[in-house]
């Protein structure tokens, strides 16, 4: 039977190869995007995570359409690199705000959800950064190691009710967000890489899809590294 997905930031990038591959199985799919419309046979709806109200509006538009949030994907992220001496609070704060409070904030509504059902898939999307630290990101790597903790939580909180959390913490994707790193640090990256190779979005996207699929139904508070090595051993 066809779910109800949702993918934040589904629009671009690793949440776009996400949504394509849910919708690939015959799933009902939505994403959020922030006023560039949704891609074609996506639903779309608009939605900044940073925004408790537009979080409900979204939902509630999702739900009208295909139904109650069975899988949340919670995808949406920032990067604003900065050396931490020169990091400015402001700067900090929002990207927690966006990659941390917006997977709190969506995960928490489609929770209400899926606890009436008892059944329910969340998967969020951190990195490698967040478990290995990051030069220049101290504020992104701070998100991202922030999900692992609330994703174990949530795992706890919500476990007795049959719903999974889970985090899925890729390496280096090609996507808008890497296409702006410098040459030489892109290169650097790639070459301590075991599988020496940037990944592709749809590589990331199996393993969320994985994740909410019925062979992964006894897997909770995990953390899947989809790195090509780069973070073995953390
Ligand atoms: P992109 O920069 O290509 O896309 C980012 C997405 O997040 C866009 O859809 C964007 O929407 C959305 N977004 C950003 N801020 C908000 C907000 N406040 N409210 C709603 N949506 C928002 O990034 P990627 O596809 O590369 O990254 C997706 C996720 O994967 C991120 O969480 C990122 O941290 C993570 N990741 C990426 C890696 C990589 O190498 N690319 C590696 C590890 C993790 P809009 O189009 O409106 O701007």
């Keep these: 039977m066809a779910r109800s997905v949702l993918v934040t930031g589904g629009n671009r990038g690793i949440g776009l190869a996400v949504a394509r591959a849910f919708q690939a199985q015959g799933d009902a799919v939505a994403v959020t995007h922030r006023g ?7 639903l779309g709806v608009e939605c900044d995570v940073t ?3 537009q979080v409900a509006r979204a939902f509630g538009e999702v739900e009208a359409v295909q139904g109650p949030v069975d899988v949340l994907v919670s995808n949406a992220g920032i990067t604003d690199d900065r050396l931490m001496l020169r990091m400015t609070d402001p700067q900090f704060l929002r990207v927690l705000d966006t990659n941390l409070g917006g997977a709190f904030r969506t995960s928490r509504k489609a929770a209400a959800a899926m606890l009436r059902k008892r059944q329910g898939r969340v998967v969020f999307i951190s990195s490698v950064a967040g478990l290995r630290g990051s030069e220049g990101q101290a504020n992104y790597a701070a998100s991202k190691a922030g999900l692992v903790g609330l994703a174990r939580s949530l795992a706890r909180e919500l476990g007795s009710r049959g719903i999974t959390v889970n985090v899925v913490a890729p390496g280096l994707v090609e996507t808008d967000m890497t296409a702006k790193l410098p040459e030489a640090r892109r290169a650097q990256m790639i070459g301590d890489v075991p599988l020496g190779r940037i990944a592709d979005p749809a590589e990331i996207a199996s393993a969320v899809v994985w ?6 139904s006894y897997v909770t508070g995990a953390v899947i590294p989809v790195d090509g090595g780069l973070g073995m051993g953390h």
């Design 36 to 42: 560039s419309g949704a891609p074609e046979g996506l």
């Design 211 to 216: 994740l909410a699929s019925p062979g992964a």
């Design 51 to 53: 925004d408790p109200d």
